[in-house]
């Protein structure tokens, strides 16, 4: 079994060429076979070894075949852009189908979330709107190959200090983050005023996955869905606690 964190990359080309000659010597092989098994006496000692010799040949290179598929083809083949590409994949179509499933509150439960991607994906995530009955919240998510993100901005009410609110936030959102951080991740509370004048603060959370995530289904599946229940209770916490969440697009400051 290959490892699942020795990652291998093959080019196509070499991929392409060595199935190609495997291919030709299967060919020659069961040529060469049919050939002599189908002679007045196969039984006789000089075409019995040629045949042994073709179903060598065969076993030898539907054994190579076989080998080559799963390495050339498997799951963990993967390099820089391979890995590009999954990243990609990732943030446009796994991370809205998981947070689909998420709801504002335990009475729209049965209504899924309508998700929009906002705008372009930045350097490794992207920012996503979530639309649940009458209620609308923003999130960032990202993905540094073995390291998920999150990013919630909540507004500061007019009057309110930044160091208020941070401990007001910190306060209403322990459930939610002390569950996170059972699962490893860490949350860091950032104030900030944004161009348009707007207070805010930042909720940055990030959790160590493993360096297999884009490339071992199982261990994406846990995060996505994981990604998607911290995002569910963040949200109706915010609602049950009155705290506004940010109509900003949110972003990594």
Do not use: C
Request: charged fraction near 15%; proline fraction near 4%; hydrophobic fraction near 45%.
């Amino acid at each position: 079994m290959i490892d699942s964190k020795g990652l291998i990359h093959v080019p196509a080309t070499v991929r392409w060429v060595a199935l190609i000659l495997l291919f030709s010597a299967l060919i020659a092989a069961m040529g060469l076979t049919i050939h002599y098994a189908w002679k007045d006496n196969p039984a006789d000692p000089k075409f019995a070894d040629w045949i042994l010799v073709g179903m060598s040949l065969i076993h030898l290179t539907l054994s190579g075949l076989a080998v080559a598929l799963v390495l050339f083809f498997s799951e963990r083949q993967a390099n820089a852009e391979v890995l590009a590409l999954r990243t990609h994949e990732f943030l446009t179509e796994s991370v809205p189908q998981a947070l689909s499933r998420v709801s504002a509150s335990y009475a729209l439960r049965h209504q899924p979330a309508v998700i929009d991607r906002l705008g372009r994906s930045d350097i490794f995530g992207a920012a996503y709107g979530l639309s649940s009955g009458e209620h609308q919240m923003k999130l960032w998510a990202g993905l540094n190959v073995s390291r998920l993100f999150v990013i919630f901005w909540l507004k500061v009410p007019a009057g309110t200090s930044f160091q208020e609110h941070s401990e007001r936030i910190k306060a209403t959102f322990a459930f939610t983050f002390g569950g996170a951080q059972n699962v490893g991740y860490h949350t860091y509370y950032e104030p900030a005023t944004l161009n348009d004048g707007e207070d805010i603060i930042s909720v940055w959370s990030s959790v160590e996955t493993g360096h297999n995530l884009l490339t071992e289904p199982a261990k994406r599946l846990f995060w996505l869905q994981d990604l998607a229940m911290l995002t569910e209770s963040f949200w109706r916490t915010a609602l049950r606690s009155g705290v506004l969440v940010s109509k900003s697009d949110p972003s990594p400051l």
